[in-house]
């Protein structure tokens, strides 16, 4: 596809049980963003891959949260011992890493609701 | 911690241009000034970014201040499909741990029939 990928569109889960989020970038995109919104809100950054630097992993809320990238693909991110809290659409982005065409391109998100 | 501010809400009239204000007085000289708008219910959407000279696309056009600490969206004639929150974001463009988009809490356009 030409856009950024996410899976699933919606997500209900029981408070306790561990979910994962998939998203699958534009192809060739070094750089990979999770953000997390919940209603009402703005986007609140959860952690960022460039290439194969450690990446930046400054915005997880809790060590329930944790995200994985394998190269320049598919990136999963995956939620432990889910909470109430937790319920938010979670997006991701990608883009190139350079001085041109530069613009991050998002993903419609997931809908994560914890009941 | 972002780096910019902006109006929380702003109306328009539908067919007149919308200016989108955002200060940046902090701003670094390797960093660039980049526009998103969020639709109710959809993923953020690219609309344009600059260094320090005016830039148009077929969206909108950015007004830069000489000294850089502050920039302006237009919308040239705003519909209502132009409705949604827009964020000002301020990055380098060389990778790193500044490369990363930090969204502050935007301006809510309302464009009105």
């Known amino acids: 596809g030409a856009g950024v990928s996410q899976s699933p569109s919606n997500k209900v889960t029981e408070k306790g049980k561990d979910v994962e989020l998939r998203c699958d970038p534009i192809?060739?995109?070094?750089?990979l963003y999770w953000y997390r919104q919940r209603l009402g809100q703005g986007l609140e950054f959860l952690i960022y891959f460039q290439g194969n630097s450690a990446p930046d992993k400054s915005g997880l809320p809790s060590d329930r949260f944790s995200a994985e990238r394998t190269g320049e693909s598919v990136s999963t991110l995956t939620i432990q011992r889910t909470q109430q809290e937790d319920s938010a659409v979670y997006l991701c982005a990608s883009s190139t890493i350079g001085t041109v065409n530069t613009e991050a391109f998002f993903g419609q998100g997931t809908r994560l609701t914890v009941v | 911690d972002a780096k910019t501010t902006q109006p929380p809400s702003m109306d328009c009239a539908e067919g007149r241009a919308a200016n989108l204000p955002c200060n940046h007085s902090t701003i670094s000289g390797n960093e660039y000034v980049y526009w998103y708008r969020q639709i109710h219910s959809q993923g953020p959407q690219y609309i344009i970014h600059g260094l320090k000279n005016n830039e148009t696309n077929e969206m909108a056009s950015l007004i830069i201040t000489e000294d850089r600490k502050s920039s302006t969206l237009i919308l040239p004639h705003a519909t209502l499909r132009d409705t949604a929150v827009y964020y000002c974001?301020?990055?380098?463009?060389?990778?790193?741990?500044?490369?990363?988009?930090?969204f502050g809490k935007g301006t809510l356009l309302t464009v009105n029939p």
């Open positions: 192809s060739g995109h070094t750089a």
């Open positions: 974001i301020v990055r380098v463009n060389s990778g790193g741990s500044n490369y990363k988009l930090t």
